[in-house]
């Protein structure tokens, strides 16, 4: 298996410009999240998705920050505009999951990450 | 209080030592409790689950206090290779949504 495969790995741009990134869960895993990793804060859940329908977007910083999961095997997460406050390391992490009254513990395996910098 | 809590460290401690985290959570309803790694610029990755009865995986033993709400890891005979950020998570809900904690640093010293 190919693992969680995000893209791209590194981003850089200037303050105002949308950022789009992507990620591609393993196949056959029922549950995707995105994180945002920084020193300050730590690792953010930022949102996830069950079955892809959006189940707690609560740790979405704000309007600015949008996620979506058209089908099984992909996500978004996009930034419009940027701010230099933005700047971090994106996590996305799937999981199979046994549903939402499930007590599950199945494992959350993360992608690379993607190293956003915006100037 | 924070939903998660580690002590960020860093644990400086030489090879062959043992060395213990703990982390401890403010949900009492929580219901799944995990050990992550973090290597520098990497991906976290799951180290151990850990159960109500502890457990063990070769050097490395976890342990679950329900009652004071703590979580602790125990590393044996430290390795330079044991070098990371160890990550508390604890998941609660309906969906499992989990809490990362910021993670506690270890340096293995030669």
């Known amino acids: 298996d190919a693992g969680v495969i995000q893209s791209p790995r590194h981003e850089v741009t200037e303050m105002g410009q949308e950022v789009t990134l992507r990620c591609k869960p393993i196949?056959?895993?029922?549950?995707l999240f995105w994180y945002r990793q920084t020193m300050m804060r730590g690792l953010e859940l930022l949102i996830y998705f069950n079955n892809n329908v959006p189940i707690d977007d609560s740790g979405m910083p704000e309007d600015r920050f949008s996620a979506k999961m058209p089908n099984a095997s992909f996500s978004t997460l996009k930034i419009q505009p940027s701010e230099p406050r933005d700047s971090a390391v994106y996590f996305c992490?799937?999981?199979?999951?046994?549903?939402?009254?499930?007590?599950?513990?199945?494992?959350?395996?993360f992608g690379p990450g993607t190293r956003l910098t915006v100037l | 209080r924070k939903e998660v809590e580690q002590d960020p460290g860093p644990f400086n401690v030489p090879e062959g030592a043992t060395v213990a985290f703990n982390c401890t959570y403010s949900n009492s309803a929580s219901q799944s409790f995990f050990w992550y790694r973090q290597d520098c610029r990497k991906e976290p990755k799951l180290l151990m689950s850990?159960?109500?009865s502890g457990n063990e995986d070769g050097r490395f033993t976890a342990q679950l206090n329900r009652a004071s709400q703590y979580i602790s890891l125990l590393i044996r005979d430290s390795k330079l290779s044991d070098s990371a950020t160890y990550l508390c998570?604890?998941?609660?809900?309906?969906?499992?949504?989990?809490?990362f904690g910021t993670g506690t640093k270890l340096q293995v010293i030669p």
């Open positions: 196949s056959g895993h029922n549950s």
């Open positions: 998570v604890v998941s609660s809900g309906g969906y499992q949504k989990v809490t």
């Open positions: 992490a799937s999981s199979s999951q046994t549903g939402w009254r499930g007590t599950s513990t199945d494992t959350q395996y």
């Open positions: 850990v159960y109500s």
